[in-house]
């Protein structure tokens, strides 16, 4: 069989047509050193800081560290199966995790992968985690208030939407709950939650979960658990994953609060990741930029303005001290970043005073502005009653005899600790807080006994339910307390007290 010529090149030219060549360029590089949650990775030259690169097995790490001759990467999960000479390639992206109403009612680890064991995430936007925090221009000063369901705290050191305030202590003196009774409290209100566990055991988190899904606070608020079993880098991005993901809720204009439980754990998490890469220790053997770990987080805590949707996201950091100091150095930086402090006494927790709260120490910055003028009125002299009545009682166990307005004083002081004093995950509305400081600072409860002041404000918000809520109802609705509802107040708990006499 004889092949003409022209044949081949048809068929030439035709196979040519249908070649094609796609050329695909992957960076890689190869690891040098590896151990302890880091990777030392030689190559991989034109890598981003804050960039996601992928080790075999697939597992993530983030780019910390940018040399002149290799990169320091942190690893995102186990270090087992990776060893010297593997290959880690490049992604061409910045850390992000998933968003939207996807993540409501989850449990998720510290990149955003669900631990609750009901499915993957139903969510298809990501949003980067290390994002600049809004302007001055887009702010607007705090003016509404986050009811904290605590009388201790809604009366004195008032939280308002788009704060940072600290909840500090020793460990054990009832910080955590604070926070809990804070989401439970959020219940009707339009505020999504997250709650963000730093360095926890899975068991603590277990039981935070069922405490918030047997009250119906999962219904809002999302769990992201970076746990004590974890390695260091997943401690180190939890908050920030907390934060991103209230933060896309905020940007559409919604409320958001995000508890960080607790910082002191990510600061000692990126203290042993920057030792780790070999970056120079400062005070306490952390790196430098450690006031920067929690500014650049906090900062994202903001209430917008009405231009950009006038969302808030609030957020209560905890930080754990050691011998109640609050000098120490992680404390006196988040106190220096954040908007007031709720501290813990380990003193007055074992007195039976819960929550422990020091109102001396205490303190919102933002004061009054995130109060209802009902509790503004009521509570406008409560801080320097009880400091007045700590200084006397201390005063008067070294003498018997005391005039009658000391005695006074010292008698209406023992019933203001008294009624402060709050079960845990029993938040209060707001309108039953106003009631029964109203009722405790004009004296009601001068003559009751100290050790049934309890029964007697159950008592009271009960008959206040039964036979007055349109009393509760005026303050509720109107904020307010006004001379009417001020009158009809006086003439309820009149009628209380001789129900009791």
């Known amino acids: ?22 050329l695909e360029v992957e960076s890689t590089g190869t690891i040098l050193q590896v151990g302890d949650g880091i990777a030392r990775v030689y190559g991989l030259q034109d890598v981003m800081a804050g960039e996601m690169v992928k080790f075999p097995g697939d597992i993530f790490g983030i780019v910390l560290n940018l040399e002149e001759d290799s990169v320091g990467v942190a690893i995102m999960g186990s270090d087992t199966e990776i060893k010297e000479g593997d290959q880690v390639s490049r992604t061409g992206a910045i850390a992000s995790v998933p968003v939207g109403s996807g993540v409501v009612g989850r449990v998720l680890n510290a990149v955003g992968q669900p631990l609750d064991g009901e499915g993957p995430v139903v969510s298809n936007e990501t949003r980067s985690i290390e994002l600049k925090a809004p302007g001055v221009t887009a702010r607007q000063p705090v003016n509404q208030s986050l009811a904290t369901g605590l009388k201790a705290i809604d009366s004195m050191i008032p939280i308002g939407r788009g704060q940072r305030e600290l909840i500090i202590g ?4 009832g910080k955590t709950a604070i926070a809990i009774d804070t989401i439970i409290n959020q219940k009707g209100k339009g505020v999504h939650c997250f709650y963000v566990a730093i360095g926890q ?8 979960h069922k405490r918030l899904k ?9 769990i992201i658990a970076a746990n004590a079993s974890d390695p260091a880098p997943m401690l180190y991005l939890a908050p920030y ?9 905020m940007w559409q204009g919604k409320d958001t609060l995000v508890v960080y439980d607790d910082l002191s754990k990510q600061a000692n998490a990126y203290r042993q990741m920057s030792l780790l890469l070999r970056r120079p220790p400062g005070r306490e053997a952390y790196p430098g930029d450690v006031f920067y770990l929690h500014s650049r987080l906090l900062e994202r805590a903001v209430k917008l303005s009405d231009e950009n949707g006038g969302g808030s996201l609030t957020a209560l950091p905890i930080i754990e ?3 109640s100091d609050v000098s120490a150095y992680i404390p006196t930086n988040v106190i220096s970043i954040t908007d007031g402090q709720i501290f813990l006494e380990s003193d007055l927790f074992y007195q039976g005073v819960r929550p422990a709260i020091n109102v001396g120490i205490s303190v919102s910055r933002v004061g009054g502005a995130a109060q209802t003028k009902a509790m503004k009125k009521v509570a406008g002299s409560l801080r320097l009653d009880l400091a007045q009545y700590r200084e006397l009682a201390a005063f008067a166990q070294f003498g018997s005899d005391l005039d009658k307005a000391t005695q006074r004083q010292l008698t209406r002081g023992e019933r203001m600790v008294e009624i402060l004093k709050q079960d845990q995950y029993v938040p209060m509305p707001v309108e039953k807080q106003v009631t029964i400081i109203f009722a405790a600072s004009k004296g009601f409860l001068d003559t009751v006994p100290v050790d049934q002041v309890a029964a007697w404000e159950k008592g009271f918000h009960a008959f206040m339910e039964q036979k007055h809520s349109a009393v509760l109802q005026a303050i509720a609705t109107s904020g307010k307390l006004d001379d009417d509802t001020v009158e009809h107040l006086t003439a309820a708990i009149r009628e209380y007290a001789q129900t009791r006499a």
């Open 1 to 22: 069989m004889k092949l003409r010529p022209e044949e081949i090149s048809s068929v030439l030219a035709q196979e040519l047509d249908r070649y094609g060549r796609d």
């Open 170 to 173: 020793d460990r054990g003196t």
């Open 201 to 208: 055991k899975q068991s603590t988190v277990a039981t935070v």
């Open 214 to 222: 047997d009250t119906g606070a999962m219904e809002y608020t999302t």
């Open 241 to 249: 994953t907390g934060v991103t993901m209230a933060e896309h809720l």
């Open 321 to 323: 001290t050691q011998a």
